[in-house]
C-alpha cells in the first residue's frame, strides 16, 4: 500500500505570540494530491492538518481517519470536533483550512500503520459528503 509521510518541519514550533508557524509546502491548484498537507506535531500521535480547494459553498470541513485495512474508524468522538472550520465565502482555489492540529489516539508512539484521511464537507442545510482522501503512515499518541 502506498503511503504519504507527514511532514516533518524542523521550523513547526510553538511560540507564544503566533501559535505555529509552519514553513509553507508547494502547493499546484493542477495537482489535487498536494491539497490536503498533514504535518508531524510536537508529540508522536499529534498532527496539523492544512487543507486547499476550489470554490466551496458555505458549510463546515472536518476530517473523519480510518485505519486503512480493517476500515476501523479512529479517534471517532473526538477527531470531527477538533478539526471542523467554517467555511464563508471561498470562491475560488485557496486555502479553506489554516494549519489546525488533531490526535490519533489508538496506537503508541513509533507503532505506524496505514490510516486513511477522509475530508468532508457539509455545507449548510445540506448532507455531509467526502470531497477527498489520502493514506498516511501514522502512529498513535501515547498516554
Not at 514550533?13 to 510536537?42: C, H, K, M, Y
Amino acid at each position: 500500500m502506498e503511503m504519504n509521510i507527514p511532514i516533518t518541519d524542523a521550523n513547526c514550533r510553538w511560540n507564544a505570540t503566533d501559535g505555529f508557524t509552519f514553513t509553507p509546502v508547494d502547493i499546484d491548484s493542477t495537482d489535487s494530491n498536494s491539497w490536503l498537507q498533514i504535518w508531524n506535531g510536537e508529540q508522536g500521535g499529534i498532527y496539523h492538518y492544512a487543507f486547499y480547494w476550489p470554490a466551496l459553498s458555505d458549510g463546515e470541513i472536518y476530517l473523519r481517519c480510518f485505519e486503512a485495512t480493517k476500515d476501523t474508524e479512529l479517534s471517532a468522538s473526538r477527531l470531527k470536533p477538533r478539526t471542523t472550520v467554517r467555511v464563508f465565502g471561498h470562491n475560488e482555489f485557496g486555502q479553506v483550512v489554516p494549519p489546525t492540529e488533531f490526535t490519533i489516539y489508538e496506537g503508541d508512539w513509533e507503532d505506524y500503520y496505514a490510516v486513511r484521511v477522509e475530508v468532508w464537507h457539509k455545507p449548510t442545510g445540506g448532507k455531509p459528503h467526502k470531497l477527498m482522501e489520502k493514506i498516511y503512515r501514522m502512529e498513535g499518541w501515547m498516554r
